[in-house]
């Protein structure tokens, strides 16, 4: 665990590491993309009750299984900056902030849509959307109290432990809609049985995507890490190297 | 499990039976979150590595 993580605390071992895994990412990511929205949009039989409005699914699940597992990496590295004081690990919880936001703000806006053909409603005091919406402005809270602060030290911390406080929130999105009775629906179990609810043909491109929006995450992830790595080791000498060549 | 194309036209496609503002603008709006967090990056680096090399070569001087 040590040894994994004084590794992983060098920012040169993962530049180079990146720069191997990342063509690979990118081709691996494009394909899942591609073949999950083509299937979801073409393939896929409409939804008894919904129709096709119900496609939308194909998008807004991945965004919020992205908005939940993006801050789960954030509140991991807050307390690796808390306990070891290891900076890639603030690099790595700085990088995700963005994504994390913007997926959150992705999933909300697809759920508004898909609401009001279904719902009859964009949006509602309902506890699921809610405290999606909590999700997102403790996302930019995150954002804007980094951006707010001088020193990189005093941003590291103060950012993991707001991320920390923040990270109460993502369980209560997770069983807000079992816990309260919800407008919005729990999620149906997926089913190999053709005849079920959530039968495969209907959640096969969903994986596809949601995959996909992981690698997706993954490359975005890596290169907002790398850039930062240059910014904050450029007295190194291997960044040094690396500006001349340029 | 059956994979057989669901629409039998484009313009069956594109209205979607009737969601196609919902769905297509939620599509939409993914593509746009592809491009603002790639966006994000191309502009970074960009200014970073200019950056970088602006500050080295006043050093230099």
């Known amino acids: 665990m040590i040894r994994w993580l004084y590794k992983f605390s060098s920012p040169k071992w993962f530049y180079n ?25 073409l393939f896929s039989p409409p939804d008894y009750q919904m129709g096709h409005s119900y496609r939308i699914i194909y998008i807004h699940v991945p965004a919020a299984g992205l ?5 789960y990496l954030i509140a991991l590295m807050s307390i690796t900056v808390l306990v070891w004081n290891i900076k890639m690990a603030d690099i790595v919880a700085k990088a995700c902030a963005p994504i994390g936001a913007t997926a959150t703000a992705l999933m909300l ?52 432990v707001l991320a920390l406080v923040g990270v109460v929130n993502v369980p209560i999105i997770k069983y807000s809609v ?39 995450f993954l490359i975005v992830l890596s290169l907002r890490t790398r850039n930062e790595i240059l910014l904050r080791e450029r007295k190194a000498a291997w960044v040094q190297e690396m500006i001349n060549e340029s | 499990m059956m994979i057989e194309l669901q629409f039998s036209g484009l313009s069956e496609f594109l209205t979607m039976g009737g969601y196609g503002l919902y769905v297509w603008s939620s599509y939409g709006l993914f593509l746009l979150f592809l491009i603002v967090n790639i966006g994000f ?21």
Request: with cysteine; proline share 5%; net charge positive.
């Open chain 1, 17 to 41: 590491l990146s720069s191997g895994y990342l063509p690979w990412l990118t081709i691996i990511t494009t394909i899942l993309l591609v073949t999950g929205v083509t299937w979801g949009l």
């Open chain 1, 67 to 71: 908005m939940e597992g993006c801050y």
């Open chain 1, 109 to 160: 806006a697809t759920g508004a849509i898909w609401g009001v053909p279904t719902w009859g409603t964009w949006w509602t005091r309902d506890a699921r959307l809610t405290s999606s919406l909590i999700m997102l402005f403790i996302y930019i809270g995150i954002i804007a109290l980094r951006s707010a602060m001088n020193s990189e030290g005093n941003a590291a911390k103060a950012c993991a």
């Open chain 1, 178 to 216: 079992t816990w309260w009775n919800t407008l919005h629906q729990p999620a149906s179990p997926l089913s190999f049985r053709d005849t079920a609810a959530n039968p495969p043909e209907i959640w096969i491109p969903a994986i596809f995507t949601g995959v996909g929006m992981i690698g997706f």
């Open chain 2, 41 to 61: 990056l191309l502009l970074s680096k960009r200014k970073i590595l200019a950056m970088l090399k602006a500050r080295q070569a006043r050093e230099n001087q």
